[in-house]
């Protein structure tokens, strides 16, 4: 004889809400984690500032090597470390209207596309400084020769014409303009990821080496004024390591977009493809 007794049914999801209720604020961050991870986080923060309490007890060792502006005491951090960082080191910019990373606008009035065809009959050691040039792009990478000449390795934002330009910046403090904010100012909040405004002209740049080998300089922008224009809060990928993982790719489609040019091809494709498409029918 069958059993007529019915399965017991099985017990109903707990609502949206009720996973909300259970998440706790992180008070540095401002995001809400669970509670191990609330914990965890909580543990790391105070194992930090036991560490930075001995380092500060110890007697510092002097040096005679300038303060490196580059950045590149950060790269010993994990990425939850940086965040938090950098997290706090905007809200503090933010605090203070003379620092605020977030300007309200920057004008940008050349055609990146265009750079290299326009002056690129520069030679090495010549500059185009009767054209002033305002241009905005993300920093991939920055170097520091000293604490008055920085490098950035920028890239422009995709439009109709094309993915993006890449450029060298080189920041120089001599070449500041009058009235604009001091080199160290301008350069003190800025990292790999930000995205910055260029107030310059073109030249190129006239290294021994590569003179030396004979070939020419760098096509660079010679920077007058540089402006934050948005910060970024994570810490990007190595410059020194391709981004290539087929996982790690996958899963972070943000960072493969900005490191990978096929990517970043293949979308823009894609997008005036579908805009024919439309404006055909």
Known sequence: MADSTAPASAP??????DEVANLHLDEVTGERVSKSELKKRQKQRQREAEK?????????????????SSGEEEKD?????????????????LKN?????????????????????????LKSGETAEDKEIRIAGRIYNKRASGSKLIFYDIRTSADTVSIG????????????REGSPAFEK?????????????IGYAGRTNPKNRL??????ELSIFATEIVLLSPCLHMLPSVRFPFAD?????????????????????????SRMVKYIRDCE
């Open 12 to 17: 109903a999801p707990a609502p949206p809400t």
């Open 52 to 68: 930075a309490a001995k380092a500060a007890a110890a007697p510092k060792a002097t040096s005679s090597k300038p303060k490196n």
């Open 77 to 93: 951090l994990n990425p939850n470390q940086y965040y938090e960082i950098r997290s706090r080191h905007i809200n503090e910019l």
């Open 97 to 121: 209207p003379e620092t605020n990373p977030y300007p309200h606008k920057f004008q940008v009035t050349y055609d990146d596309s265009k750079f290299h065809e326009e002056f690129g009959h």
């Open 165 to 176: 330009t890449q450029l060298q910046v080189v920041c120089q403090a001599q070449l500041v």
């Open 186 to 198: 301008q350069h003190e909040n800025i990292r790999r990821g930000d995205v910055i405004g260029i």
């Open 212 to 217: 030396a080998e004979g070939k020419e300089g």
């Open 246 to 270: 087929p996982e790690q790719r996958a899963r972070m489609r943000y960072l493969d977009m900005l490191w990978n040019d096929r990517t970043r091809q293949v979308l823009w494709q894609r």
